[in-house]
């Protein structure tokens, strides 16, 4: 919509939308500190053993040789540690980056469709569940995303405006994406290919700045080599539980798109959790009023006669970029017994295909469209607020305050840990202190044993439970001892994976 003295609505809308940007941007941010609070889990735990009490040539030694991710994440979340408590500040580079992701995304759903598909984009990705998650996480997806998100929106500007600062700030953006996430060569690619087929007056600079980026990205080829050197086996254990499928490739992108990244296979979130039945309905509603106005004023205008506009070259981009990682994995994962096929995976396409969504929303009448627009922002907001609320992270930092508070010397901690080696076997010992950690005895099993020293010293056993699958309830002692304990205690924590804790006393 342009800004004319001749168009007043216009011109206001214009006054407006950065100011309601930075306000939705705002809202983003302070979600996002409130998941900052949570326990650190799953991978988080590798990158803490990474950065915590580590040199800087020392932590970049550990991502060379234990980690397939390039080092940008960890160097940045590395330095952000050293502001204060390691556990939450290595989430700082995360939470900003998913907090700077909404007026990106909004800036380029603008420049591609207008300033309506730029608002809603950026609503779509505060509340997105997924991408809250990863604005969380202090891993390297939330800054990947931002990374390729921009990259697409200099990219257009070059194109549109010329000048080499354009393009060597493009340049910068995507070699900057290589280096955190390997995956973001999926959608640079698509950039690429487009530039090349739509842009000819652009392609002298677009290799240039191309060369550029490469240039920066070499230094780190021989570290990529000895992480891809041992990168099959995790390659092979995602192809356990995530085979090439047709259940998988839908699995994965309804939760990227809608639900929160740690599915049913994972023994987790389904999308009848997250969003839920009311959000899924409510999204269904948005998103399917929008589609099918959109499909009956095709039809009307074809029956009249009237030409319809063909999508422009910007939308054929948004729409490649929205298909790059899907299409990508997909390809990287025919390989037999390998698999990428993880809906984290898919992040870089997540920003550009809500932006298409966004478009879709606002590209019929005006009391519609807003309609529209909040029926499907409050679906999200639904999985939103139940993720920061009870689908959060093991909350095992509350089970350790617990039992800290009822521990006595002499008494043991049990926790029955499913996972296998270190770190993801610290999740509980790091929120204990010093003297209670000596306690603590993980275990796969309850077993005689544990149970059976407090028997001998009339001391009490604490056990804690929290691992996927096997989060059911309080552990208890094995059959044969099951007559000697009471349990004197009990207390559950909710989150994607629930924390069962108990205090188990011996019978006099």
Known sequence: MA?????????????WWWPLVLAIALAALVMRLIGAQESPAGDELYLLEIIHGRSFSSMLHAVVNQEKTPPVGFVLSWLSAKLGNDQTWM???????????????????????????????????TVSPFLLFYGIESRSYALTALLTTASALVLLAACERGGWKRWLGWALLIAAAILTHYTAIFVIFVEIIWALWTQPRSRRKLIAACGGALLIVAAWIPSFITQFSHAGDEARRIALSAPLSLDTLTGISGRALIGHPLGVANGTQSLSEIPGTVGLLLI???VGTAAGLSLLEV??????????????????????????????????SLQPDRSLL??????????PLLILVAALLTRIPAPTSLAATALTVAGLGIGAVHELSSSGRPDLRSAAKAIEQRWRPGDLILEA???????????????LNPVTERSLLLTRTSGLRPFARPIKVGSSIFTVTAAVGYSTGVLEAPKQLKGRYQLIWSERWDGYVPVFAGQWQRIK
């Open 299 to 332: 039809l009307r205008r074809r029956s009249s006669g009237e030409t319809i506009a063909r999508p422009s070259a910007t939308t054929g981009l948004l729409i490649g970029l929205a298909l790059a990682a899907p299409v990508g994995l997909l390809l990287a």
């Open 284 to 286: 269904l509603a948005g």
């Open 3 to 15: 800004t004319t003295p001749n168009n007043p609505r216009a011109a206001a809308a214009d006054r």
């Open 342 to 351: 993880l809906s984290r995976n898919l992040i870089t396409s997540v920003p």
């Open 417 to 431: 840990m499913y996972f296998s080696g270190p770190p993801l076997d610290r999740d509980l010992a790091i929120q």
């Open 91 to 125: 989430r700082a580079p995360s939470v900003i980056a998913g907090s700077a992701l909404i007026p990106v995304a909004a800036l380029l759903a603008r420049r591609a469709f207008s300033t309506a598909a730029g608002l809603a984009a950026a609503a779509l990705v």
